[in-house]
């Protein structure tokens, strides 16, 4: 699977990558050059932000599930229980 931004997020990280380097390295890029270092970035290390992303939805469902747990379940087989406390 390759990741793929949308058209105007491509566009925007191209430009910026063009600022980036006319501000801070000796020779600018131009069009071209920012697309292709664009889509090196994003065939490279895409995948390990989009992996650390998942990673992160994973574990906040799982907190998430935790709760749910402890706000919506109910106690089984506690009719006894509940009669005791009412008892003597």
Not at 4 to 20: D, G, I, N, V
């Amino acid at each position: 699977m390759s990741i793929e931004l949308p058209k105007h997020a491509q566009q925007q990280a191209m430009a910026s990558l063009e600022r980036y380097f006319r501000e801070n390295m000796d020779e600018p890029i131009g069009n071209m050059q920012s697309g292709a270092l664009l889509n090196f970035f994003l065939a490279e290390i895409g995948p390990s932000i989009y992996n650390q992303a998942v990673a992160d939805v994973q574990q906040n469902l799982q907190a998430r599930l935790q709760e749910l747990d402890y706000e919506v379940g109910k106690e089984e087989f506690g009719y006894w229980t509940s009669k005791r406390s009412g008892k003597r």
